[in-house]
C-alpha cells in the first residue's frame, strides 16, 4: 500500500463480486455518497457479475476534484485474478485508477457492512448467509463475535463460526426449493406463505441439525445435496414428503385468514413454512443467547438472513433479556452489502493497522437513498418520447392529484430521487395504493405484480402514526422500521380499516416514514391522511415478478406498458394511459 495519497484521491470504492449480487459502494471523506446493487442497471435479478455499471454509477457520484485512492474488494481467492484486471477496466480515463487494489474476506465485508455503519461503538454481531461456492475457498455461512470502533482500536473478532452450508440461510433456501419457489426471492414467498400455517411440524425439521455449544448451528448433512440443483436428499423426501412441483400456485379461498387455504396439500405445505419460521427464529434467538456476558450493549445481524423480518422481531424482542440494548441491521444485509463493508472496512478496520479517521458514532450512514437519480428534465424528456399524455405539477398539486387518485381506487407507480439501496422499496421506487380496500391485495397482487395471491404487502406510514395502528414494540426504539426490516402486529380495531396491508397472522412488515429522512413521501401520506383519515398506503417495489426494481425513467415507463397500473408519479410529473385528469 502507498504510504502517501495522490491529492483529490480520498475517495473508497467498494465493491463486491461473490457470484450474486454484486454491487458497489462510494466513500468519500469517510461518508456513504453512493451504492447499488448491478441488478439495477443489467435487469437480471441478483446479478452475479462483475459490477462495472454500478462501479461508474459511483465515480460519476463524485464531487468535482475527487478520485479514488483505494479500490477494496469482497471476493474470494478464486475470484482475486479476475476481479483484479476487471477493476482496470473501471476507470476510462488515464491516470484516474487507483492507488490500490485490496481484497477482503467476504464475510467480514458483509459483516463490517452492519456495524460501521450502525454507528455503535462496539457490538456483537451474527452474521448467517447461504453464500456458496461462488466466493471461493472456504465459505463461512455463520459466525459470531464481537466488533469495536475508535481510533487505533478498529477490530472484527470472530469467536465461532461454520462453513457453508451449515447456517440458517441455507436452511431457508432448501425449503424454498423443496415447495417450489425457484429463482431468487425464494426466502421472501416462503417467509409470507408462513402466516397461512400453523408450526405443527417443528419436531421435524429441528431432527435437521443440532445447536451446539458454541451457538452454532451444526446441519445433518444426509438430509441435503448442498451442490447439487436438487439441495434436498432421499432422506430429506421421506421425511417431509414429495417436493412441490416448481411454480404451482397455492389457492387462497379466504383471503386474510390463518385457514385461506383450500387444498389439504396448500395446508401442509403451509405449515411447514410456518414451523421453518418458527424454528428459525427460536435457532437465531439461541445463537444470539450464546453472545451475550461480555459487556456488550449492541447487536448487529448480517448476511442474507438479516432480512428476514419475523426473525428479526423475535430477536429484537428479547435482546434486553441478553444484555443488548440496540440492533441494527444494514437494508442490504446479504451479498450486495458487502461491497459498503468492504469499503467501510477499509476505512475502519485498517488493512495495515491504520487508525479510523471518524471517532466512533460517526453518522455515515444515514439512509437508504443512495442510488442512481435523474434530473425533472431528463425525466420530462423520458416522459416526452414515450407518447403518454402527461401534465407536470407543482409540489402540493402533485400531492393532491396523487392522493385523490389513490383514494379513488387506482394503482400508482411512484418514481422520485434517488433509488434505494437494498432490496425493499421505501418510498422511491415503490408502488402505491389505498389500503382500505380489502380487494386491493388481490388486485396488485395479480393485475400489477403477477405473483402469488398470498403474497403480503406492507404498509408505509408516518413516523408519528406507528403505535396509533400497530401495538408497541421494542422495534420502534431501532432503526428497523425505517427499513421495512421487522413486522408489528395491527391493533384489532385497525385491521378492517387497513386490510390490505394486514397479513393473515395480523401483523404487517412496515415503514416508518421520518419527515426529515424523506419530507416527500412523508407529505404525501399525510396529504392522504388529511383526505381519508388514514396516514397509511400499501407500498410494495416497482417492479415485475423475478424481475429487480426500476431503476431508470425509461424502465418505469416500460412497465408501466406492461402491467395494471392506473397512472404514474415521477419526479413532478403524472403520466396516464388516457387523457384525462
Not at 187 to 211: N, T, V, W
Not at 460 to 477: A, G, M, N, P, Q
Not at 533 to 543: A, H, K, M, Q, Y
Request: overall charge positive; glycine content about 12%.
Amino acid at each position: 500500500m502507498s504510504a502517501h495519497r495522490t491529492p483529490g484521491k480520498n475517495g473508497i470504492l467498494g465493491l463486491s463480486f461473490l457470484g450474486r449480487d454484486s454491487s458497489a459502494c462510494l466513500l468519500v471523506d469517510g461518508r456513504i455518497q453512493a451504492a447499488s446493487q448491478e441488478e439495477r442497471f443489467t435487469g437480471l435479478k441478483g446479478e452475479p457479475g462483475f459490477p462495472l455499471r454500478a462501479a461508474r454509477f459511483c465515480l460519476e457520484s463524485l464531487p468535482p476534484g475527487r478520485g479514488i485512492g483505494r479500490v477494496v474488494v469482497a471476493c474470494g481467492e478464486a475470484r482475486k485474478s479476475r476481479a483484479a484486471v476487471r477493476c482496470s477496466g473501471i476507470f476510462r480515463t488515464p491516470g484516474s485508477g487507483p492507488e490500490t487494489v485490496e481484497f477482503v474476506e467476504p464475510h467480514l465485508c458483509q459483516i463490517g457492512a452492519s456495524f460501521f455503519a450502525s454507528s455503535f461503538r462496539n457490538a456483537a454481531f451474527l452474521y448467517s448467509d447461504d453464500l456458496r461456492g461462488g466466493a471461493g475457498g472456504t465459505v463461512l455461512a455463520a459466525a459470531a463475535g464481537y466488533a469495536e470502533a475508535g481510533t487505533g482500536k478498529n477490530r472484527i473478532e470472530i469467536v465461532a463460526s461454520r462453513s457453508w452450508p451449515h447456517s440458517p440461510a441455507f436452511l431457508s433456501f432448501v425449503f424454498s426449493r423443496y415447495l417450489g419457489f425457484g429463482g431468487t426471492g425464494g426466502e421472501y414467498q416462503l417467509m409470507g406463505l408462513a402466516a397461512y400455517g400453523r408450526p405443527s411440524h417443528k419436531d421435524k425439521i429441528r431432527r435437521l441439525f443440532g445447536l451446539s455449544s458454541d451457538g452454532m448451528i451444526d446441519l445433518d448433512l444426509s438430509f441435503f445435496n448442498p451442490a447439487e440443483a436438487v439441495p434436498y436428499s432421499g432422506k430429506f423426501t421421506a421425511l417431509f414428503g414429495p417436493a412441490r412441483p416448481g411454480g404451482s400456485r397455492f389457492r387462497i379461498s379466504r383471503e386474510g385468514s390463518r385457514d385461506g387455504l383450500a387444498d389439504r396439500k396448500d395446508r401442509y405445505h403451509a405449515d411447514l413454512a410456518a414451523s421453518l419460521q418458527s424454528v428459525l427464529s427460536e435457532t437465531t434467538v439461541a445463537m444470539v443467547s450464546a453472545l451475550r456476558g461480555r459487556g456488550v450493549k449492541n447487536l448487529c445481524l448480517c448476511g442474507e438472513s438479516g432480512l428476514n423480518c419475523v426473525t428479526n422481531t423475535a430477536v429484537v424482542e428479547r435482546i434486553e433479556k441478553y444484555g443488548f440494548g440496540d440492533v441494527f441491521i444494514q437494508p442490504a444485509a446479504g451479498p450486495a452489502g458487502a461491497a459498503m463493508g468492504a469499503a467501510l472496512y477499509g476505512r475502519d478496520a485498517g488493512l495495515e493497522g491504520r487508525k479510523s479517521r471518524k471517532g466512533p458514532g460517526a453518522k455515515i450512514f444515514r439512509d437508504a437513498f443512495l442510488g442512481k437519480g435523474w434530473s425533472t428534465e431528463e425525466i420530462g424528456r423520458a416522459i416526452g418520447k414515450s407518447g403518454y399524455p402527461f401534465r407536470k405539477y407543482g409540489h402540493r398539486e402533485l400531492v393532491r392529484r396523487t392522493c385523490l387518485e389513490l383514494s379513488r381506487g387506482r394503482v400508482a407507480g411512484w418514481f422520485q430521487g434517488r433509488f434505494e439501496w437494498g432490496p425493499r422499496a421505501l418510498g422511491h421506487r415503490s408502488i402505491l395504493a389505498d389500503p382500505r380496500n380489502p380487494e386491493m391485495k388481490e388486485i396488485v397482487n395479480t393485475k400489477v405484480k403477477f405473483r402469488d395471491q398470498f403474497r403480503p404487502f406492507a404498509p408505509s406510514l408516518t413516523r408519528e402514526s406507528v403505535k396509533e395502528y400497530f401495538e408497541d414494540s421494542r422495534c420502534l426504539k431501532t432503526r428497523l422500521p425505517g427499513f421495512m426490516l421487522c413486522v408489528l402486529t395491527a391493533r384489532r380495531s385497525k385491521r378492517k380499516i387497513i386490510p390490505a396491508v394486514v397479513h393473515a397472522d395480523g401483523t404487517s412488515r412496515i415503514h416508518s416514514v421520518d419527515k426529515r429522512t424523506d419530507p416527500l413521501f412523508h407529505g404525501l401520506l399525510a396529504g392522504f391522511a388529511k383526505l381519508t383519515g388514514v396516514p397509511v398506503l400499501l407500498d410494495t417495489s416497482f417492479n415485475l415478478k423475478s424481475r429487480p426494481i426500476v431503476s431508470s425513467p425509461e424502465e418505469a415507463l416500460g412497465m408501466f406498458g406492461k402491467s395494471g397500473l392506473d397512472f404514474l408519479v415521477m419526479d413532478r410529473f403524472i403520466v396516464r394511459k388516457d387523457g384525462h385528469g
